[in-house]
């Protein structure tokens, strides 16, 4: 079972929408930083966008900044990534991920420091 929960992705046009949402089973998982990483067919898993719980530094992928913004609710454990503008290259399956505290100082949304990851929850952009 998983302790990350996500919600969120579909299906879009071109230049729409989308909202994912990702949320630790239980609030107090040891969580020191939350994220999201995407894998299309035939390609790597890459770093989208990832958040410090603590003080809210954020980090993105260059083909998302200025479309893309990662929040997170301190109380909840959780995460939010709005996505604007999207394209059809942000087809993917997107994964929730977090990393706990025994990373600080490491640097952000690198994949294989992540602790914990969610199911994937699929996004199609497409006309």
């Known amino acids: 079972q998983s302790q990350l929960v996500e919600s969120g992705g579909g299906l879009v046009q071109p230049g729409g929408s989308l909202r994912l949402s990702c949320a630790a089973s239980?609030?107090?998982?040891?969580?020191?930083?939350m994220g999201w990483f995407r894998q299309a067919p035939g390609k790597e898993r890459e770093a989208v966008a990832c958040?410090?719980?603590?003080?809210?530094?954020?980090d993105y992928a260059d083909s998302v900044k200025g479309r893309f913004k990662i929040s997170r609710n301190i109380a909840l454990n959780s995460a939010t990534l709005e996505m604007n503008d999207l394209k059809p290259e942000d087809t993917a399956v997107y994964f929730c991920?977090?990393?706990?505290?025994?990373?600080?100082?490491?640097?952000?949304?690198?994949?294989?420091?992540?602790?914990?990851w969610g199911q994937g929850t699929q996004v199609s952009v497409s006309s």
């Open positions: 239980e609030v107090s998982l040891d969580v020191y930083e």
């Open positions: 958040i410090r719980r603590r003080d809210g530094t954020t």
């Open positions: 991920a977090a990393e706990g505290r025994r990373h600080m100082g490491q640097p952000m949304c690198r994949a294989e420091l992540q602790d914990y």
